[in-house]
């Protein structure tokens, strides 16, 4: 069992910045990919950015540019550093873990979720 607490979110300005945050706890060797995940209420979620053990990064076709996921791997943390936000950019976004292999992804577990809101 992985436990995922975030923490960043809130209210920017049109073409601010936001630095989100999500610190895994528990069965950590369980887990060796995080990502971080977007989801709108009656809409399908989106990946944003996810990062592997290994430093394996990637980034959904839309936030290439705009967001940059890093990693400490020392306190089972990892970060989504988002600038230039615009409003359609207002949005939950959810942090998730999981295991990695051979270029796939399989997420088995999901944060609470941590409100993102530009203002227009």
């Known amino acids: 069992q992985v436990q995922l607490v975030e923490s960043g979110g809130g209210l920017v300005q049109p073409g601010g910045s936001l630095r989100l945050s999500c610190t895994a706890s528990?069965?950590?060797?369980?887990?060796?990919?995080m990502g971080w995940f977007r989801q709108d209420p009656g809409k399908e979620r989106e990946v944003v950015a996810s990062?592997?053990?290994?430093?394996?990064?990637n980034y959904g076709t839309p936030w290439k540019g705009r967001v940059i996921i890093s990693r400490d791997s020392a306190k089972n943390t990892v970060y989504l550093q988002m600038n230039s936000l615009k409003p359609e950019h207002t949005a939950v976004y959810y942090c998730?873990?999981?295991?990695?292999?051979?270029?796939?992804?399989?997420?088995?577990?999901w944060g609470q979720g941590t409100q993102v809101t530009v203002s227009s």
């Open positions: 528990g069965t950590i060797s369980s887990i060796n990919a």
């Open positions: 998730r873990a999981g295991r990695y292999s051979g270029g796939f992804y399989t997420w088995y577990y």
């Open positions: 990062i592997t053990q290994s430093g394996i990064t």
